[in-house]
């Protein structure tokens, strides 16, 4: 798999005030008029409008947003990584973030007092270079529905036969291309020639599973040789995920061996997924098996997916008064924390742990606003795991009634 290219070139017109410093500033002609019809304030929107942009191959890509927050930094990085965001089309989300092979990319902002607050009308530019043209793509696709029609599926084939098949036609049909091109990181050179990387093998696997609507993803890490890059999938039967790498059971037939890496728990032998790939709201999203994938027999979800699962959860507040407290439950919670203070930053504060949803405490002043939260929790091996808090209450202080 090839480490990604990407680079920020930061260019900001400011007008009346500042906002944070970028690391490279370069002078530009100060527009002190903007055609504000070009711009969005819908940051889905301005996504949509990159994705559309990057399937049609555009070298140059640009969007127009509008926006209040001053970090526009955080901004792009938002509607960017939005843009390649999982959907139900086989040729969007990982795929197509993976089609990409750099991008550089510019911004250059006006900021205006609007209705007494900052805002930025800022124009994003892309430049973005792909591993094969739209030309290529467009006939990768006709390709890939003619293979499709090829496996005959109906609709009596289970999920695990097309994701079998699927696999199988890969790994018999593909090998590892060692030559010196860009090509060979493709689905396309992968169908058309026979040959690629893994960043091939994975994403023509990515598009064909997906077009049977079965839910895959991309995974980046490192295999045996940790200084290498590499690539495999996740592939969803019944509520779980599995690992597949079809790159290394390709060497497998090839050499006449078993299949080593098809349909794996969530312990991979010798695979190690990158940092992002393996957060607490990854793992809740796409749920891994404990174990490999055997037919007929129900599966259970690895530690590390019900630990990030339960992380996720979040309890609610329902009543709240000077001398009660109650919350909703939480699924396989073992007890509750709750959190109270005088500073709405919780700066200095108490807590108090119970195991039911209702809890009484007294010695609240009535001369003081109090602001409550409440988090659940479990044992995990010798410590606890948390939950997400919920959402912040308050009590207000009463006011003396003059007479």
């Known amino acids: 798999m090839k480490k990604r290219i990407y680079s920020i070139i930061i260019a900001v ?20 008029r903007v055609d504000v019809t070009k711009y969005t304030s819908d940051e889905a929107n301005a996504s949509a409008q990159i994705r559309e942009q990057v399937k049609a191959h555009a070298n140059t890509v640009t969007v127009y947003v509008r926006t209040k927050d001053k970090d526009l ?27 990409m092979s750099s991008m550089a990319a510019s911004y250059n902002a006006l900021m205006r007092k609007e209705k007494g607050s900052n805002t930025y009308y800022t124009k994003y530019t892309i430049n973005v270079d792909y591993f094969i043209s739209l030309e290529q793509e467009q006939m990768l696709t006709q390709e890939l529905n003619i293979i499709n029609e090829s496996f005959g599926f109906t609709e009596t084939t289970t999920d695990y036969e097309k994701v079998k098949t699927i696999y199988d036609y890969i790994c018999h049909n593909v090998t590892y291309d060692y030559s010196d091109n860009n090509m060979k990181f493709t689905a396309y050179a992968a169908v058309t020639t026979g040959k690629s990387v893994c960043q091939g093998y994975a994403t023509l696997f990515y598009r064909l599973v997906k077009m049977q609507g079965i839910s895959s993803r991309v995974i980046a890490g490192h295999g045996t040789n940790t200084d290498v890059y590499h690539g495999w999938n996740i592939v969803k039967l019944g509520n779980l995920y599995y690992n597949v790498d079809a790159t290394w059971d390709a060497a497998n037939y090839n050499h006449g061996h078993a299949y080593e890496y098809f349909l794996k728990g969530d312990v991979f032998e010798d695979h190690t997924r990158n940092d992002d790939y393996k957060t607490k709201s990854f793992y809740a999203t796409y749920p891994m098996a404990a174990d490999d994938y055997v037919e007929g027999v129900e599966a259970v979800a690895s530690a590390e997916t019900v630990n990030s ?28 924390e709750i959190q109270y203070s005088t500073n709405k930053k919780f700066a200095s504060k108490k807590k108090m742990t119970t195991t039911k949803t209702i809890c009484k405490f007294s010695k609240l002043s009535k001369k003081k606003t109090y602001y409550f939260r409440v988090r659940g929790y479990r ?25």
């Not at 843009?83 to 089609?99: I, K, V």
């Not at 439950?329 to 509750?336: D, N, P, R, V």
């Open 13 to 32: 017109v400011l007008m009346l005030s500042s906002i944070a410093a970028p690391t490279k500033v370069s002078a530009l002609e100060i527009p002190y």
């Open 73 to 99: 930094y955080a901004v792009f990085n938002r509607i960017w990584n939005n843009a390649f965001a999982e959907t139900t089309n086989p040729d969007e989300g990982d795929y197509l973030y993976w089609q």
């Open 309 to 336: 699962t339960f992380t996720m959860n979040k309890t609610s507040i329902k009543k709240l008064t000077r001398k009660k407290i109650s919350f909703n439950k939480i699924a396989e919670a073992t007890g509750y």
């Open 379 to 403: 044992k995990a091996g010798s410590g606890k795991i948390y939950t997400k808090w919920s959402t912040v209450k308050k009590i207000k202080k009463i006011k003396k009634i003059k007479k």
